[in-house]
C-alpha cells in the first residue's frame, strides 16, 4: 500500500469488473443481501432494493421489535445545548404559524407543553447506539448513507407536510407518530409556503395514514410527501437519511478537487502560467480573448482526463468529515489487537484506491484486500492487521494517532 495520493495515480494494470469488485465486496462485508429480514418485514435487502427503493414506499410493523430509544430526554436536552451536534427546535402556534430556532439550544420547552419538536442530526457520530442503529442499513453503499437524525416531539409537536429530495426510513423508537403520506403531484402540487421559516407544503391532501408505535418504521423514496405528528407526548423518531447530491454541486467540488494540486507531469515548467505574446491590440477589449478560451477548455479537460483522477477526486470528497466533525488524537496500535473504525470516520475504496475521511491511497494486493474489509465491516481482526504490510501498518498507526481508528 503506498503514501497518500495528492493527484491522481497512474491505471492500475489489473483492471477489475464492477461485478468482480462487487462480488469481493459482499464477501468481505459479511452481508447476505439474498436472505429475508424482519427489518424489511421479510424482504431481503436484494428484493427491498428491486421492489421498494426509490420507487414506493413500504410500511414494515415491528421491524425492530423490543427496539430502545438510543437516548433518554436528559440526554436530548444536553445533545440540544451542545455546540457540537446541529440541532433545530420547530415550534407549532396557533393560526398556522410555525417557529424555528438553531441551535445550540441552551433550554428546550417544558416536556408537558404541547407541539414543538426538536432535531438532533448527525446523532450516529455522538452516540453509539445510533451508530448500531444506522449501520442496520448498510446494505446501501456506504456513499449514499448519511446520517441518523433523532425527532423529539410532544404531544400534537411535527415539522409540518414536507417532502424530502432523498430516501429516508422513519423509524419509530418511542412513543407513537401518525404519519400522513402521499406522491408529489398526486396529495400535493409541490408549492411551499412562503410565510414560514419551514418547507412547509401550501397544499396536501394525503392519500395514506399510519399510527407507527415503537418498533415500526416506514420507509418513503424522494418526492413523497409526508406529515407526523406524535400523540400523547416523548415521541421519538430516528430518521435514517441518505446523500443524494445535486449534479452542480457535484460537479463543482470535484472540479476544485481535480484543479488544486496543478498539473500531474513533475517537471519543471509543466504546469503553465497564461501567455499570450501575440495578443494584438484590440478595438474590442470586453471581449474574452479566443485563445483564453481555448487555455481554459483545455486545463479543464487536462484535469478530467488524468489517469484516474476523477476517481481519486470522487472517493475524496465523499469520504470527507462534515463541519462539526472532530477527531481526538490517540496513539499507535499495540500488537495483537483488533481494530475499529471511530464511528465518524468514512471509510471507501475502488478498483484503485481506498479512501478515509477525504485522504487516498494507493492500495494493491493483499493490503487492498485488508482495508477494503476494514471499509465494508468497519472493524478488522488481529489476525488479518498482522498480515499488513510494513507500509500499511504504519499507515493504520498514523490513522490511529490521527483519532481516525482504535483498539477495539
Known amino acids: 500500500m503506498t503514501a497518500k495520493t495528492s493527484k491522481a495515480a497512474k491505471a492500475p494494470k489489473t483492471p477489475s469488473t464492477a461485478a468482480t469488485a462487487a462480488k469481493a465486496a459482499a464477501s468481505a462485508s459479511g452481508i447476505d443481501i439474498s436472505a429475508p429480514t424482519e427489518l424489511l418485514g421479510g424482504l431481503s ?13 413500504l410500511l414494515v410493523r415491528q421491524a425492530l421489535p423490543g427496539v430502545q430509544p438510543p437516548i433518554d430526554r436528559a440526554t436530548v436536552a444536553q445533545l440540544a445545548a451542545s ?11 396557533a393560526e398556522g404559524r410555525w417557529s424555528m430556532r438553531k441551535g445550540p439550544i441552551a433550554k428546550l420547552p417544558a416536556w408537558s407543553k404541547p407541539q414543538w419538536t426538536v ?4 446523532l450516529d457520530l455522538h452516540v453509539p447506539a445510533a451508530h448500531d442503529l444506522l449501520s442496520r442499513f448498510r446494505f446501501v453503499p456506504e456513499a ?5 437524525m433523532l425527532s423529539y416531539a410532544s404531544d400534537g409537536g411535527g415539522v409540518g407536510p414536507h417532502f424530502d429530495s432523498y430516501d429516508v426510513f422513519l423509524i419509530q423508537v418511542s412513543g407513537r407518530r ?33 399510527i407507527l408505535e415503537p418498533g415500526d418504521m416506514l420507509y418513503l423514496p424522494p418526492g413523497w410527501a409526508h406529515d407526523g405528528v406524535a400523540v400523547g407526548g416523548d415521541c421519538m423518531t430516528a430518521s435514517v437519511g441518505f446523500r443524494s447530491p445535486w449534479r452542480a454541486e457535484l460537479a463543482n467540488e470535484l472540479l476544485v478537487r481535480l484543479t488544486d494540486e496543478g498539473d500531474e507531469d513533475d517537471a519543471p515548467g509543466s504546469d503553465r502560467m497564461y501567455a499570450d505574446p501575440k495578443q494584438p491590440a484590440t478595438t474590442a477589449p470586453g471581449l474574452i480573448p479566443e485563445q483564453l478560451l481555448a487555455f481554459a477548455r483545455e486545463a479543464v479537460l487536462k484535469a478530467v482526463h488524468e489517469p484516474l483522477a476523477l476517481e481519486r477526486a470522487l472517493g475524496e470528497a465523499l469520504t470527507e468529515p462534515k463541519p462539526l466533525v472532530f477527531f481526538e488524537a490517540g496513539e499507535a496500535l499495540p500488537e495483537g489487537v483488533d481494530v475499529r473504525l471511530d464511528a465518524r470516520t468514512r471509510m471507501m475504496y475502488d478498483s484503485a484506491h481506498v479512501f478515509i475521511n477525504g485522504a ?19 472493524r478488522l481482526p488481529a489476525s488479518d492487521v498482522a498480515r499488513l504490510s510494513e ?10 494517532e490521527d483519532g481516525w481508528v482504535q483498539a477495539d
Not at 45 to 57: D, I
Not at 144 to 148: E, G, M, S
Not at 360 to 378: C, E, I, P
Not at 391 to 400: F, V
Open 45 to 57: 435487502p436484494e428484493q427491498f432494493m428491486k421492489r421498494h427503493w426509490q420507487k414506493q414506499p
Open 178 to 210: 401518525h404519519w400522513h403520506i402521499g406522491r408529489r403531484g398526486v396529495a400535493t402540487t409541490g408549492t411551499l409556503r412562503d410565510d414560514v421559516p419551514l418547507k412547509v407544503l401550501a397544499d396536501f391532501t394525503p392519500e395514506q395514514d399510519f
Open 83 to 93: 455546540d457540537e451536534v446541529e440541532s433545530r427546535l420547530v415550534s407549532q402556534q
Open 119 to 122: 432535531l438532533l442530526q448527525g
Open 144 to 148: 449514499r448513507l448519511d446520517d441518523l
Open 391 to 400: 507500509g500499511a501498518r504504519s499507515l493504520l498507526d498514523q490513522w490511529a
Open 360 to 378: 487516498a491511497f494507493r492500495a494493491g494486493g493483499r493490503d487492498a484486500t485488508l482495508m477494503r474489509r476494514l471499509a465494508d465491516q468497519r
